[in-house]
């Protein structure tokens, strides 16, 4: 599959978690502060995301291995939005009904290489016996 058919896979599975994670942050807003609304829906979408980008965008096999890296592929852009949802709403006062997703814009670039490097890379070959038994 080319890159550019990952781009957009990877486009179309970021509409759905960010309808998964925006649908959640305003369930969760009606009786939470909007930063714990924010950080639980965030949460809750990456694991869709996990399944959904090993599945669909890189059509590779999920292991642990790529799920306990995946939310270094999260890091920059839960970073992003979560500085940003800040910005724009204690300083620059915009509503926080809408602030996550001006936010979640500027962190798709990042996410997509940092997801295509996690979920791309190939897994470390497990050692053979005699190197086992060499290594003692």
Not at 13 to 36: E, H, I, K, Q
Not at 84 to 102: C, E, T
């Amino acid at each position: 599959m080319t890159v550019q058919a990952q781009m957009i896979r990877f486009a179309l599975v970021g509409v759905v978690n960010t309808a998964t994670y925006y649908g959640c942050y305003l369930l969760f807003l009606a009786w939470m502060p909007y930063v714990a609304a924010h950080v639980l829906a965030f949460l809750l979408s990456m694991v869709g995301s996990f399944f959904l980008n090993s599945y669909f965008t890189y059509r590779t096999r999920p292991t642990w291995r790529k799920f306990l890296l995946f939310p270094l592929t999260n890091a920059a852009n839960f970073v992003i939005t979560t500085s940003g949802v800040y910005l724009l709403v204690d300083v620059l006062h915009f509503g926080s009904r809408y602030a996550p997703l001006i936010a979640a814009a500027a962190a798709i670039p990042i996410t997509f290489m940092v997801s295509r490097t996690i979920m791309l890379r190939p897994e470390p070959a497990p050692a053979s016996l005699a190197e086992s038994v060499a290594s003692k």
